[in-house]
C-alpha cells in the first residue's frame, strides 16, 4: 500500500487461473494493493486447449476486477480468434498478444470489426 500512495502500481507476472476461484486475486487486490496482472501463455495452453478458458472465464474475471481499464491479454490464435472478436462486442478491453505475422496481425483485425 505505500507503493500506491507514492503513486505506484503493483503488477503481477504469472497469474493463474484458480486464483480467481479460491479468492487468492481478490486478495492481492485488497490486502496488497494489487493494480495488474500478466499470464505466460504456455501456462494457459493447455486450458486453452481443453477448452477450460474461454469467454465467460474472461467475462467473470472482468466483473470480478471491476476496471474500466482493465486490458484482458487474449493471445492470437486460431482457437481464440472468436473468442477476441467477442470480448470486443462485449465492452471488454482486449490486449492481443503473439500477433508474429502479417496473416494473423490481419486475423486480429478482423476479428476486433467483427465484434464491433
Known amino acids: 500500500m505505500a507503493l500506491r500512495r507514492r503513486g505506484q502500481s503493483v503488477g503481477l507476472d504469472n497469474f493463474e487461473r484458480g486464483w480467481i ?17 500478466l499470464s505466460k501463455f504456455q501456462s494457459l495452453q493447455p486450458a486453452i486447449e481443453a477448452k477450460k478458458y474461454a469467454i465467460a472465464e474472461a467475462q467473470i474475471l472482468w466483473r470480478s ?3 474500466c481499464n482493465l486490458m484482458l491479454r487474449i493471445p492470437a490464435t486460431q482457437i481464440l480468434l472468436p473468442v477476441i472478436a467477442q470480448l ?6 482486449v490486449n492481443t498478444t503473439l500477433v508474429f505475422s502479417e496473416t494473423t496481425y490481419e486475423q486480429v483485425g478482423d476479428a476486433y470489426l467483427r465484434g464491433l
Not at 476461484?21 to 496482472?37: A, C, E, F, M, P
Not at 470486443?88 to 478491453?93: A, F, V, W, Y
Open 65 to 67: 476486477v471491476g476496471w
Open 88 to 93: 470486443i462486442c462485449d465492452r471488454i478491453n
Open 21 to 37: 476461484t479460491n479468492s487468492k486475486l481478490q486478495h492481492y487486490i485488497d490486502d496488497r494493493g494489487l493494480r495488474g496482472v
